[in-house]
T-cell receptor
Framework: AQSVTQPDIHITVSEGASLELRCNYS??????LFWYVQSPGQGLQLLLK??????LVQGIKGFEAEFKRSQSSFNLRKPSVHWSDAAEYFC??????????FGAGTRLFVKA | DADVTQTPRNRITKTGKRIMLECSQT?????MYWYRQDPGLGLRLIYY???????NKGEISDGYSVSRQAQAKFSLSLESAIPNQTALYFC??????????????FGPGTRLTVT
């Protein structure tokens, strides 16, 4: 079955520390992968996407993600977290036609 | 102005009441979607529409109906609200004309509480 798993429900990091949010997917074909961020009271905003080519993709707000086919993973990273990064992050896979499957989300807390 | 707007932003209603959530977009996109978000479950697709005359059920359409009044407007109705429809509802759009129909743009959400 097609699915997206975000193993961490919430993560707390100190401001200035590095961040990695995990995402694993289950999909038979080459996936189109996305990371979205949802700030409080806001809709989802696209951070970055992967379709093909370079497996390390850069996004907005200093985020990057690496696609690893062998591990069926698409982890999101940021070298230095800012307090404004506190939000909920969703990994998603587009399976064609109309369907995008979203993970359950990881809530990021940033401590001073 | 926001490209995808939703009204109302918050709504409290009673069990059995009919309620409509509205979505408008100025992006000129042909495709529109309704999702609900529940804690720990991510976003689940309720209905989607590829154009004004094309409306399709998503994975959790029971208890919901939709209307695509124009290319820019897509409404979600709960005919008889029940408490387990309490959730955050998102409208989204995408554009098949660019070949990037997989990239969705979301509204700010409507928080619905059914008591």
């Amino acid at each position: 079955a097609q699915s997206v798993t975000q193993p961490d429900i919430h993560i707390t990091v100190s401001e200035g520390a590095s961040l990695e949010l995990r995402c694993n997917y289950s999909y038979g074909a080459t996936p189109y992968l996305f990371w979205y961020v949802q700030s409080p009271g806001q809709g989802l905003q696209l951070l970055l996407k992967y379709f093909s080519g370079d497996t390390l993709v850069q996004g907005i707000k200093g985020f990057e993600a690496e696609f690893k086919r062998s591990q069926s993973s698409f982890n999101l990273r940021k070298p230095s977290v800012h307090w404004s990064d506190a939000a909920e992050y969703f990994c998603a896979v587009y399976t064609g036609g109309f369907k995008t499957i979203f993970g359950a989300g990881t809530r990021l807390f940033v401590k001073a | 102005d926001a490209d995808v707007t939703q009204t109302p932003r918050n709504r409290i209603t009673k069990t059995g009441k009919r309620i409509m959530l509205e979505c408008s977009q100025t992006k000129g996109h042909d495709r529109m979607y309704w999702y609900r978000q529940d804690p720990g479950l991510g976003l689940r697709l309720i209905y989607y529409s590829f154009d004004v005359k094309d409306i399709n059920k998503g994975e959790i359409s029971d208890g919901y109906s939709v209307s695509r009044q124009a290319q820019a407007k897509f409404s979600l109705s709960l005919e008889s609200a029940i408490p387990n429809q309490t959730a955050l509802y998102f409208c989204a759009t995408s554009d098949s004309g660019t070949g990037e129909e997989y990239e969705q743009y979301f509204g700010p959400g409507t928080r619905l509480t059914v008591t």
